[in-house]
């Protein structure tokens, strides 16, 4: 939301490009950041499955309480260090992407209009 707000670009559409251009350095704190957001999430699922098994044996559901609580606060952080990770991303590489996209009229790389414009190219008449 706040890269949208700041610079008109909408991560939905820009996140596979600007993907594309990231080096390697980058990349990997973000595959990582996601692969704990995965994993808090798979807690989450096993929760779930353990607090249905509840139903006919009654101490597992402590253990889905008890993972569903640690998964829920694994995945708030999990989501917080990603949401950091992929906006800084965007703030570092941002003007490699729009230098590689943008008509090249000058306009300064942090103007909400060519953000929009870029957006617009993206989705490609959405």
Same mark, same amino acid.
């Given at each position: 939301?706040?890269?949208?707000? @700041?610079?008109?670009? *909408? $991560? ?7 993907? $594309?251009?990231?080096?390697? !350095?980058?990349?990997?704190?973000? +595959? *990582? &950041? ?6 808090? &999430?798979?807690?989450?699922?096993? =929760? ?7 139903? /006919?044996?009654? #101490? !597992? =559901?402590?253990?889905? +309480?008890? &993972? ?10 999990? &989501?917080?260090?990603?949401? %950091? $990770? /992929?906006? =800084? ?5 941002? @003007?490699?992407?729009? *230098?590689?996209?943008? *008509?090249?009229?000058? +306009?300064? #790389? ?6 929009? @414009? ?6 490609? %008449?959405?």
């Amino acid at each position: 939301m706040r890269i949208h707000q @700041e610079y008109g670009l *909408d $991560l939905t559409f820009l996140w596979p490009r600007l993907w $594309l251009l990231l080096p390697e !350095s980058s990349r990997t704190p973000l +595959v *990582d &950041a996601r692969q704990q957001l995965d994993d808090a &999430a798979r807690l989450g699922g096993w =929760a779930l499955l353990y607090l249905a098994l509840g139903a /006919v044996w009654w #101490p !597992s =559901a402590i253990i889905g +309480v008890v &993972a569903g609580l640690v998964g829920r606060q694994r995945y708030r952080t999990a &989501a917080d260090v990603y949401a %950091g $990770l /992929v906006e =800084a991303a965007v703030d570092v590489h941002r @003007e490699e992407l729009v *230098d590689r996209f943008s *008509d090249g009229q000058g +306009v300064p #790389p942090t103007s909400r209009n060519l953000g929009r @414009e870029i957006t617009e190219r993206f989705r490609k %008449g959405i």
